[in-house]
């Protein structure tokens, strides 16, 4: 047990898949695993171990923005030994050719700032997936006919922004999406030498205002599941 994970040692695989929402922890995890069993109920975040196609797989909810993912992301790899940690999430598109319902496959991100900021202070240093999981993740993503792009994103501190400069100068210079946890997953991943990737599903769109209706939400998702598991077991 650790501060904010009530799973026992051992009870985490060494493969974590990270979605912002613990509901979708528990969906995905009711959906893509067998046996799977509830490993955290700490403060509602809910997380599930179970297998996929005989691997062992743990679904943990990650919580919104980086502070929140920082925590439970130290925690697995301090405390629990995660090697392999995906985030599964959603993101606003920024680009016209980026479509609601696409898949984002993070290769970098661009931040303001993360809990990592007074670390490396007047450095801007860029997290990075990492390139293995990324090339595994973009053939299953072909493999299962997903509409997929490969490039940067930025992690943002606030959904509701009041710089909607800083959002224009990411469309001007090709950031494909925005999200609020992937730069700090790639950061503590990097730190502790392990391997991280962010697949993101465009739910809603910053150009076009669409937003991806409820009862598509599912399959959409899924499909984005489906991606991170083919990545981390290929
Ligand atoms: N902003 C930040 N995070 C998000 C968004 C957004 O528009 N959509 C989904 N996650």
């Known amino acids: 047990m650790t501060i904010h994970i009530g799973a026992k040692p051992g009870e985490i695989a060494e493969t974590v898949l990270m979605p912002g929402d613990p509901y979708r922890a528990k969906w995905a995890a009711e959906t893509f695993l067998d046996d799977a069993v509830c490993v955290n109920e ?6 599930f171990t179970g297998t996929w196609k005989g691997n062992r797989v743990t679904i943990q909810g990650s919580g919104m923005g980086m502070p929140s993912l920082s925590i439970y992301a130290n925690e697995l790899i301090t405390e629990y030994n995660a ?3 995906i985030r599964i999430g959603s993101c606003g598109g920024m680009q016209d050719h980026v479509g609601v319902r696409d898949v984002i496959l993070a290769s970098t991100t661009t931040t303001l700032s993360t809990p990592s900021r007074g670390i490396f202070k007047e450095l801007n240093y860029a997290p990075t997936a990492d390139f293995d999981l990324l090339h595994k993740a973009f053939h299953a993503a072909e493999r299962l006919d997903v509409k997929t792009h490969v490039g940067g994103i930025y992690s943002s501190d606030v959904f509701y922004d009041e710089r909607p400069d800083l959002t224009e100068q990411m469309m001007r210079h090709g950031i494909l999406g925005v999200e609020m946890e992937a730069a700090e997953l790639y950061i ?3 730190r502790h030498k392990r391997r991280a990737l962010a697949v993101l599903t465009v739910s809603d769109h910053l150009v076009t205002h669409e937003a ?3 009862d598509q939400r599912e399959r959409s998702f899924g499909d984005m599941v489906e991606i ?3 990545a981390a077991f290929a």
């Open 228 to 230: 991170a598991l083919s």
């Open 42 to 47: 700490v403060r509602g975040m809910l997380g």
């Open 83 to 85: 090697q392999t940690l």
């Open 188 to 190: 503590l991943a990097a």
């Open 212 to 214: 991806l209706p409820a």
